[in-house]
């Protein structure tokens, strides 16, 4: 395990109201993803909850994020880790029960933090009672009508409806056996079999999605986080692709199910209801979209209110691509109004300390370790970066900690169902699933009593909380201060430009107000002006005396010209 280099240290339920809030304090939150069964466990049972993140969110306060997002905790049989919602108005017993997520919620508040919970509306569980007594009732069912049944192809129907291909891998269609034991129709699953797409197009669908959004909104979270917001429209008639190896298509073309236009009647809908609350709540959209000009359409004025920037996340430590990738982001979401937001890692994707240790090129889901030093170094380089960019940044828990991603899982405890899948994603996502660290010792490192649902590897602890608290350089320090900075800076965060100056190949530099940030992307040292008073880095800046700043390689540095 590589240790951290140095760098010099510097309530209330909602209520209906007839007129909308000025909503604008997440233009620039800074918005924190926790993980709930790896953020803290308070039972001893090795799986994270509801009561283990409420006991830590004095630790989220004084990070200095702004928001929670957190990942599904309804009830679910946990095929995809809860992405397959059995009952979207009930807390599975594994995380706590409803009174867990009030308390969480009010507590929340009363340290001045937001709560953003997990929507998923593509798709439901196959316990869901809606597809329960689809099934139970046959051919013919009204319930059917709220999922995707179709029946196959072929002189029996034993081929799917269509050429669709699953995001896990295998065909996006499971064939049903009937109440009387024969084989049956088909019903689309974009992701598992245990995860039946909803059909959109069916009333009944939308407004029981209504219903829950006032469910949660009544309970006082402050927004949603919509799972595959682009899915939830698919084209009239089901139409075949025409393709093999689907996935590798994505991010390229607008898909027959996916980045619908339809969609976005749904998302005009919800914002009304949203209107309706004061509090500011927000929706934040998971849009993988072709171009991130399609992504802006999500963020119409009359629709959601961010949308996950993940070309940004997919873009190589190189001072080229991170600048086109800044200005079209930038350029996209100035017309609609809304702003720009910045991720480098989450639950779904290599972490960005593993990812920028390996060359570029290997994608989102990386299997080797790579260059821990170099990728920890190009990480703190990376998030400063992020950190002074106009619009709402994203941390992913574990990431303020410098968190490899753990690529040497034994395939025995994996637990990513596309592992299993074999022809859908690569199903290494629970490399960085792992339980986050808070003291040096301990079965699981503080994560709870039990030890850990996912093994941690040895020398965890040294990376962990207790480790880096108060520790000059650490990288959980480093974003203690880069936050603080941000919050207490009006230049910081605000607007929709950034200033760029003339920096050597390699470098990026713009100023901001009377912030100027210098990013080395290379693997030398460069020298640029001394932009005034050096607020933070992530590595030792050291002064000419010539009016003059020399930075290490993959090192970022904050100016203040005041």
């Known amino acids: ?152 192809k072929g002189e029996s129907g034993e081929l799917p409806p269509n050429d669709w291909e699953s995001i896990f891998g295998g065909p996006a269609w499971t064939r049903v056996t009937e109440p009387d034991g024969t084989p049956g129709e088909w019903y689309l699953h974009l992701f598992a079999p245990e995860q039946p797409d909803f059909n959109w197009d069916h009333p009944a669908v939308g407004d029981e999605f209504r219903s829950i959004l006032r469910f949660w909104l009544d ?62 709540q927000i929706f934040v959209a998971e849009a993988w979209t072709p171009t991130i000009e399609r992504t802006a359409n999500y963020v119409r004025p009359d629709e959601l209110h961010q949308a996950f920037n993940f070309q940004y996340l997919s873009t190589a430590w190189d001072a080229a691509e991170l600048r086109e990738v800044i200005d079209r982001t930038l350029e996209s979401m100035r017309p609609v109004g809304a702003p720009a937001t910045w991720v480098l890692s989450n639950h779904d994707v290599t972490r960005h300390a593993t990812r920028f240790a390996n060359p570029p090129g290997l994608g989102t889901q990386i299997r080797t370790a790579g260059d821990r030093e170099l990728g920890l170094r190009r990480a703190r380089a990376a998030t400063l970066l992020m950190l002074a960019l106009p619009g709402s940044a994203y941390v992913y828990q574990g990431e303020e900690l410098g968190l490899p991603d753990v690529v040497d899982l034994a395939d025995e405890v994996r637990q990513d169902p596309a592992y299993f899948r074999g022809a859908g994603q690569d199903g290494f996502r629970d490399g960085c699933r792992v339980p986050i660290p808070w003291t040096r ?78 990013a080395n992307t290379t693997g030398e040292s460069v020298t640029t002006p001394a932009y005034g008073r050096v607020l933070l880095s992530s590595g030792e800046v050291t002064d000419t005396d010539a009016g003059e700043a020399k930075l290490p390689a993959d090192t970022t540095a904050w100016f203040t010209t005041a």
């Not at 009593?449 to 480093?478: F, I, K, R, Y």
């Open 1 to 152: 395990m590589s240790q951290q280099p140095a760098a010099p240290a510097p309530a209330p339920t909602a209520a209906v109201v007839t007129v909308a809030k000025p909503r604008d304090w997440w233009r620039d939150a800074v918005i924190y993803q926790v993980y709930p069964r790896s953020f803290a466990d308070s039972d001893g049972d090795g799986m994270g909850d509801l009561e283990g993140v409420r006991s830590r969110l004095p630790y989220l306060r004084d990070l200095g994020v702004d928001a929670v997002w957190l990942s599904p905790f309804y009830a679910s049989p946990q095929a995809d880790a809860g992405y397959d919602v059995a009952d979207y108005r009930e807390v599975d017993p594994m995380f706590g029960n409803l009174l867990d997520a009030d308390a969480l919620i009010r507590d929340a508040h009363e340290l001045s933090l937001r709560i953003i919970v997990d929507l998923v509306p593509n798709h439901s569980s196959d316990q869901h009672e809606w597809f329960k007594r689809a099934l139970a009732e046959g051919p013919g069912s009204s319930l059917r009508d709220r999922y995707h049944f179709r029946p196959g």
């Open 219 to 280: 309970m006082g979270v402050d927004g949603f986080r919509i799972d595959v917001a682009h899915g939830l429209v698919k084209a009239e008639g089901l139409p075949d692709l025409g393709a093999h190896d689907q996935l590798k298509l994505l991010g390229n073309d607008v898909m027959p199910f996916f980045d619908q236009d339809g969609v976005h009647e749904i998302y005009r809908q919800w914002r009304l209801i949203l209107d309706e609350y004061s509090g500011e």
């Open 441 to 518: 010792e301990g079965s699981s490192y503080g994560f709870g009593d039990g030890g850990s649902w996912l093994p941690q590897p040895t020398g965890w602890g040294e990376l962990s909380v207790a480790a880096q608290t108060g520790v000059p350089g650490s990288t959980l320090e480093l974003y203690r201060s880069a936050l603080g900075i941000r919050r207490s800076r009006p230049d910081l965060g605000a607007g929709d430009s950034v200033e760029w100056l003339k920096a050597p190949e390699g470098v990026l530099a713009f100023r901001r107000g009377e912030f100027v940030c210098v």
